[in-house]
């Protein structure tokens, strides 16, 4: 079921996050996650994509194990920035013999290594969109940054760059963690001033530790409310402690946008399906079809 028909069939979408397991692990090591995130009856799973796009990547066997297997519904991360035409048309290949038809097209990050070449035919996630549109019947995400982008300091050109990544065919938009709903719902605002009318997944990721949390504001610019600069103040060295009080936050989130009627919330699980069961345990009004047996 493509993604967008989801939207239309309820609200808010639920949905987690999961990344492949490390190259010299077998692909079975991710069952135990995906066996504790079933329970909980997501209605899509989503799988990044290999470091530096490269092409040992288990994304797509992922997703199809997702899809097929465990029968929900796949949603596969694909990148461009290192890739050229034939390892995406591979790719694109691949999405389809696996009966796949969600794709959140990414540009990617870049490797500090990287030298772009004349075979690197994609610049942008627009390019890669627009190549998916060209080869297949895909149900396109795209990404999106409450905050705006690290690498932007113009907030009004991500939206003219978000814009044209609709236009271009991406139906639905994921968007980058955020600790602060408040500024979520600005953005949403923003959206519609644009005229983007993609249904958005809110991004949630709840805080594990202190090493964690300065990781998150270095790589996505993530701003931190003074309630949660306390309270890794008050449980850094007390990493249970700080893990609890981390989903409860998350959970506080996750329930406020609910209240405010949010189109998905997309929960950055890190593989632990306990995370996302301790957020959504904690929702004073149970997420319809989710958690019905907890």
Do not use: W
């Amino acid at each position: 079921m493509k993604i967008t028909k989801l939207f239309n069939d309820k609200r808010p979408v639920i949905s987690f996050e999961i990344f492949p397991p490390k190259k010299e692990l077998p692909i079975s090591s991710i069952y135990g996650a995906l066996d504790g995130l079933a329970d909980l009856n997501p209605d899509f799973i989503s799988v990044t994509y290999g470091a530096g796009g490269t092409g040992s990547n288990k994304t797509i066997e992922i997703a199809s194990i997702i899809k097929n297997k465990y029968e929900i519904e796949a949603l596969a991360h694909l990148t461009c920035i290192t890739s050229n035409k034939e390892v995406i048309q591979q790719n694109i290949k691949a999405l389809q013999e696996n009966n796949l038809e969600n794709v959140l097209a990414l540009r990617g990050d870049v490797p500090s290594d990287f030298i772009r070449r004349e075979e690197n035919q994609y610049q942008y996630g627009v390019d890669l969109i627009k190549e998916l549109k060209g080869y297949g019947d895909f149900d396109i995400g795209a990404a999106v940054y409450p905050e705006g982008h690290i690498e932007c300091d113009d907030v009004e050109k991500d939206l003219q760059y978000l814009k044209e990544k609709e236009a271009a065919g991406a139906n639905f938009l994921v968007s980058q963690l955020f600790f602060d709903n408040e500024i979520f719902y600005g953005f949403l605002e923003k959206l519609k001033a644009y005229k983007i009318e993609s249904k958005v997944l809110a991004g949630v990721m709840p805080i594990l530790s202190k090493k964690q949390v300065e990781k998150m504001i270095f790589m996505c610019g993530a701003s931190l409310p003074a309630k949660v600069i306390r309270l890794v103040s008050k449980y850094e060295h007390q990493p249970e402690l700080l893990r609890q009080a981390g989903i409860e936050y998350a959970a506080e989130q996750v329930a406020d946008l609910i209240a405010n009627e949010v189109d998905g919330i997309h929960i950055y699980t890190m593989n632990q399906p306990d995370i996302a069961k301790g957020i959504l345990k904690r929702q004073k009004k149970t997420v319809t079809g989710h958690i019905d047996k907890f």
